[in-house]
Structure formats: structure tokens, C-alpha cells
């Protein structure tokens, strides 16, 4: 992307990009902490106090401190709170009273890749106006002869980093004497994989206060091995080291440590389709699960909306982005939500999704169960899927295409309730994506080629 033609700097999940590189360059991030301090001092009427956290990439110090330094100049009380999950900053902006909290990371991305999220007290991330008018200032000032920030006086910068052994302590209490209040793990075999990530410290540390006999993979953060070939992305080292040490079960967190996944004792994946019923079992027996409603996305197999239906609970879906999943928990007043890759929302503990959140919760689940998560996970019947894009010429709506649409119609007539179709085109690409899931392989193949057929012949290139 460059420089010139760069009006959006914030995507679905804050701003993202190659570290160094347009907008992740110092002297653009610099001027992203002046036009965000501006903006927020604008509401509030007042110069505001921020918090920054960052992950392990060895762009994190660099992008700090010039966020750091811009955000100063514009008259923000900034202070860090170092190597700390993402979530993590969500909590410490709201526990310790900072007007919002400010993310350097990108995820599950590799090394090179970094990004910033910036949260308000709830937990919530930016509204899209707020988000509209700082890119409107960047851009402004980018295309104007702006000054340099001076380098920040040594006493300012030891004085941002005062208190990070402090808030990172506070966020660990936090998790477990408030959220595994009463939970005790005590003989469970727990491996864990933190990805070289954010939760390197605080993961290991968590579960064995908790009782737990854990054994680390992934905990060795070198400013480039965040991501690599570890984490909840890349599973297969946590799959062996389950089956091998003949663990209970595996925990396996990305980067920031905002998602997780789990793996049984057979080494078997328990991703969040999974995970999203196991736990909204555990909250309808309790009865804390509001309306009898779980929100996921569109790509949620079916074979969890079966699954709760057949427990008399309703799944509502939104569009891929945990942003779009928190809209729909509270515009519906739920409980419980999440994505297929992990990334749960208990919207009465965090509007963040928190990985470490979500293992204590499953954790719960399977001691007020007596069962193992195997046991657990294999109530929801996972229905193959297949997914097809057809290159297309032109974008328009499939509706509007008479033989399209009743070959949808055929299909959607055939599935009964026993299937799923998603047709939609890709954002970036001239592509239709064609999402089909039955319970039988061969026939959603069969399904999904015919409907690329017609579409191609409709539309594609």
C-alpha cells in the first residue's frame, strides 16, 4: 500500500501492516498518537491518560515508542505495561482507570507484520467515526511538511515504564482469583503452547497456580519466532506432545493471546464451534445463558447450529470479525459468542475476547462435568464442507441472475435443514466463494461443482 494513495489505515481489526513500512513507520505512527490523542482529548474535554501494551515482535519497542512519543506530544499522560496480551490491555485500561489502551500487535500474523488496536475503557474496540477522522488528520499532516517529534526526555520514558511489573501483575490476579474463582486443577495434565507469544509469562504461570501439571511448548519469545510454526495456527506440535506425555489435554494460544484452541487427549482439535457448545452447556445448566442464544459467524459449521438447536438454543450468526460478533451479543443481550478459530466473547467478564478466559471457562466446564473434553467435544457432529471460488469478471448480485439463483434454490430445497450453502464474493479478489456443508463428502462435492458451473457461465472470466 502506499503512502500516497493510503486514505484507510484501519481495517476490521484496528491497523495493520509490515512493520517499518507505510502506516507502520515511525514518523506515520507518530503522527496515528497525535491524531488518536486529539480525537479522544476531544470527547472527553480533557488531555487523556492511555496504556500500551505490546507483544513479542521485535518491531513492538520500536512502534511503542513512537506512539509513545506522538501521543505525548499532543498532550496524552501515557504509561506502558510492556509484554502483555491483548485482552490484557483491555483489562488494565478498565481496572486502572486509563481513558483507553492502546494494542501493538498483529495477532496471529508472523514477525514481520504488526499492527495497532486501540480499546476504550468497555473493552470496545474504536467507532468507525472516530476511526474516519484520525485517518482524515493522518492523511493530512502526511501530506504536509511536518515536523519530527523530539526523541523523548529519558525521565519521560522511564516514567511510561514505571509501572508494568504492576499492571502485568494485575492482570494475571485477575485471572485467577476473580475468573477461576474456585477452580481448582489439581491432577489434570495440561500442555500448553504460547506461540512465542504474549502469553509466554503468563500462561504457564496462571495454570500452575491453578494446580495444574503443566508441561510448555512455545515459551521462548525471540522478537521473530512469534507465530512460526507454533500456536493455535499450527497445532501439530501440541497434537504430539498431548499424545506422547499422555496429557489430559492441550492449550494452544496465537500471539496476542486473544483466542485459543484445545486439543483432546487422542490429539483430536477442539476448535471454537466445539469449544462455543461445550460451554454454552455448561451455561444453560447453570442458567446464565441469557435467551438461550450463542452467537458465531458464517462460517460456524452446521453441525453446531443442529447441535443447539436440539438443546433448545437458538445460534444467531455475524459476519466473520469478532467486532461483528460482539455487535450481535449485545444488540441481542447473549451471553456467549465466538469464532471457529477460538476466538470466544463473554460479553458479562470482557467485550475482548481473551484466550486464557476462555481456556478457564472450558476447564470449568469439563471438572462440573466429570468428563473428559473428548468426551465433551464428540456431542457436536462436524459436517464435511467444501469450499470452491470461481473467478468472475464482474461483481453482481447472484440474485439478479435468474439461473444462479435457481440453482441456489434447487440446492437450498435438497439440503432440507441437513446442510448449508454460502455464496459470497471475496473482498479483495474478483472471486466467488462458494461454501457448501452436507452430511455426505461426494455429494456437497458434486453440489459445489455444479453451482461453479453455473456461475462461471453466468459471470466468469
Same mark, same amino acid.
Do not use: W
Given at each position: 500500500?502506499?503512502?500516497?494513495?493510503?486514505?484507510?489505515?484501519?481495517?476490521?481489526?484496528?491497523?495493520?501492516?509490515?512493520?517499518?513500512?507505510?502506516?507502520?513507520?515511525?514518523?506515520?505512527?507518530?503522527?496515528?498518537?497525535?491524531?488518536?490523542?486529539?480525537?479522544?482529548?476531544?470527547?472527553?474535554?480533557?488531555?487523556?491518560?492511555?496504556?500500551?501494551?505490546?507483544?513479542?515482535?521485535?518491531?513492538?519497542?520500536?512502534?511503542?515508542?513512537?506512539?509513545?512519543?506522538?501521543?505525548?506530544?499532543?498532550?496524552?499522560?501515557?504509561?506502558?505495561?510492556?509484554?502483555?496480551?491483548?485482552?490484557?490491555?483491555?483489562?488494565?485500561?478498565?481496572?486502572?482507570?486509563?481513558?483507553?489502551?492502546?494494542?501493538?500487535?498483529?495477532?496471529?500474523?508472523?514477525?514481520?507484520?504488526?499492527?495497532?488496536?486501540?480499546?476504550?475503557?468497555?473493552?470496545?474496540?474504536?467507532?468507525?467515526?472516530?476511526?474516519?477522522?484520525?485517518?482524515?488528520?493522518?492523511?493530512?499532516?502526511?501530506?504536509?511538511?511536518?515536523?519530527?517529534?523530539?526523541?523523548?526526555?529519558?525521565?519521560?520514558?522511564?516514567?511510561?515504564?514505571?509501572?508494568?511489573?504492576?499492571?502485568?501483575?494485575?492482570?494475571?490476579?485477575?485471572?485467577?482469583?476473580?475468573?477461576?474463582?474456585?477452580?481448582?486443577?489439581?491432577?489434570?495434565?495440561?500442555?500448553?503452547?504460547?506461540?512465542?507469544?504474549?502469553?509466554?509469562?503468563?500462561?504457564?504461570?496462571?495454570?500452575?497456580?491453578?494446580?495444574?501439571?503443566?508441561?510448555?511448548?512455545?515459551?521462548?519469545?525471540?522478537?521473530?519466532?512469534?507465530?512460526?510454526?507454533?500456536?493455535?495456527?499450527?497445532?501439530?506440535?501440541?497434537?504430539?506432545?498431548?499424545?506422547?506425555?499422555?496429557?489430559?489435554?492441550?492449550?494452544?494460544?496465537?500471539?496476542?493471546?486473544?483466542?485459543?484452541?484445545?486439543?483432546?487427549?487422542?490429539?483430536?482439535?477442539?476448535?471454537?464451534?466445539?469449544?462455543?457448545?461445550?460451554?454454552?452447556?455448561?451455561?444453560?445448566?447453570?442458567?446464565?445463558?441469557?435467551?438461550?442464544?450463542?452467537?458465531?459467524?458464517?462460517?460456524?459449521?452446521?453441525?453446531?447450529?443442529?447441535?443447539?438447536?436440539?438443546?433448545?438454543?437458538?445460534?444467531? +450468526?455475524?459476519?466473520?470479525?469478532? =467486532? /461483528?460478533?460482539?455487535? *450481535?451479543? @449485545? #444488540? %441481542?443481550?447473549?451471553?456467549? !459468542?465466538?469464532? &471457529?478459530?477460538?476466538?470466544?466473547?463473554?460479553?458479562?467478564?470482557?467485550?475482548?475476547?481473551?484466550?486464557?478466559?476462555?481456556?478457564?471457562?472450558?476447564?470449568?466446564?469439563?471438572?462440573?462435568?466429570?468428563?473428559?473434553?473428548?468426551?465433551?467435544?464428540?456431542?457436536?457432529?462436524?459436517?464435511?464442507?467444501?469450499?470452491?471460488?470461481?473467478?468472475?469478471?464482474?461483481?453482481?448480485?447472484?440474485?439478479?441472475?435468474?439461473?444462479?439463483?435457481?440453482?441456489?434454490?434447487?440446492?437450498?430445497?435438497?439440503?432440507?435443514? +441437513?446442510?448449508?450453502?454460502?455464496? =459470497? /464474493?471475496?473482498?479483495? *479478489?474478483? @472471486? #466467488? %466463494?462458494?461454501?457448501?456443508? !452436507?452430511?455426505? &463428502?461426494?455429494?456437497?462435492?458434486?453440489?459445489?461443482?455444479?453451482?461453479?458451473?453455473?456461475?462461471?457461465?453466468?459471470?466468469?472470466?
Amino acid at each position: 500500500m502506499s503512502q500516497a494513495n493510503a486514505t484507510r489505515l484501519f481495517g476490521t481489526d484496528g491497523i495493520r501492516g509490515r512493520a517499518g513500512e507505510f502506516p507502520l513507520d515511525a514518523a506515520t505512527v507518530e503522527r496515528i498518537g497525535r491524531a488518536l490523542v486529539a480525537n479522544i482529548a476531544r470527547d472527553l474535554g480533557r488531555a487523556p491518560r492511555l496504556l500500551i501494551g505490546r507483544d513479542t515482535r521485535e518491531s513492538g519497542p520500536m512502534i511503542e515508542a513512537a506512539l509513545t512519543r506522538g501521543a505525548m506530544a499532543s498532550g496524552a499522560r501515557v504509561e506502558s505495561a510492556g509484554v502483555i496480551t491483548t485482552p490484557g490491555v483491555a483489562y488494565v485500561t478498565r481496572a486502572h482507570g486509563f481513558d483507553a489502551g492502546m494494542v501493538i500487535s498483529a495477532s496471529h500474523n508472523p514477525f514481520g507484520d504488526n499492527g495497532i488496536k486501540v480499546f476504550s475503557p468497555t473493552g470496545k474496540k474504536l467507532a468507525d467515526e472516530m476511526e474516519q477522522r484520525v485517518e482524515r488528520e493522518v492523511a493530512a499532516v502526511s501530506h504536509a511538511a511536518a515536523d519530527e517529534t523530539p526523541a523523548l526526555p529519558s525521565t519521560d520514558a522511564q516514567r511510561a515504564h514505571a509501572r508494568e511489573a504492576e499492571y502485568q501483575a494485575s492482570y494475571l490476579e485477575f485471572l485467577a482469583e476473580e475468573i477461576a474463582a474456585g477452580l481448582r486443577l489439581d491432577s489434570m495434565q495440561i500442555g500448553l503452547d504460547c506461540a512465542n507469544g504474549a502469553a509466554s509469562r503468563f500462561a504457564p504461570e496462571l495454570f500452575r497456580r491453578l494446580g495444574a501439571d503443566i508441561e510448555v511448548i512455545n515459551d521462548a519469545p525471540d522478537g521473530r519466532n512469534i507465530n512460526e510454526g507454533c500456536g493455535s495456527l499450527h497445532l501439530e506440535g501440541l497434537q504430539r506432545l498431548v499424545v506422547e506425555r499422555h496429557l489430559d489435554l492441550g492449550i494452544a494460544f496465537d500471539g496476542d493471546a486473544d483466542r485459543a484452541l484445545f486439543v483432546d487427549a487422542e490429539g483430536r482439535l477442539v476448535d471454537g464451534d466445539a469449544t462455543l457448545l461445550i460451554l454454552a452447556d455448561e451455561l444453560k445448566r447453570r442458567g446464565q445463558l441469557n435467551r438461550d442464544t450463542v452467537v458465531a459467524t458464517v462460517m460456524s459449521n452446521i453441525g453446531l447450529e443442529l447441535a443447539l438447536g436440539e438443546r433448545g438454543i437458538a445460534l444467531v +450468526r455475524a459476519n466473520v470479525g469478532d =467486532r /461483528y460478533v460482539l455487535e *450481535e451479543l @449485545l #444488540a %441481542r443481550d447473549a451471553r456467549l !459468542g465466538g469464532e &471457529q478459530s477460538g476466538h470466544i466473547i463473554f460479553p458479562q467478564i470482557s467485550l475482548a475476547g481473551d484466550g486464557m478466559i476462555t481456556a478457564i471457562e472450558l476447564l470449568r466446564a469439563v471438572r462440573a462435568a466429570g468428563r473428559s473434553l473428548a468426551e465433551l467435544a464428540a456431542a457436536m457432529q462436524r459436517f464435511p464442507q467444501v469450499l470452491v471460488n470461481v473467478r468472475v469478471r464482474r461483481k453482481v448480485p447472484l440474485d439478479s441472475l435468474p439461473e444462479v439463483k435457481l440453482a441456489m434454490d434447487n440446492l437450498e430445497n435438497e439440503m432440507q435443514g +441437513r446442510g448449508r450453502l454460502l455464496v =459470497r /464474493y471475496s473482498g479483495t *479478489e474478483n @472471486l #466467488a %466463494r462458494i461454501m457448501i456443508e !452436507g452430511e455426505k &463428502q461426494e455429494r456437497i462435492e458434486a453440489q459445489a461443482s455444479a453451482l461453479a458451473a453455473c456461475i462461471r457461465a453466468a459471470i466468469g472470466e
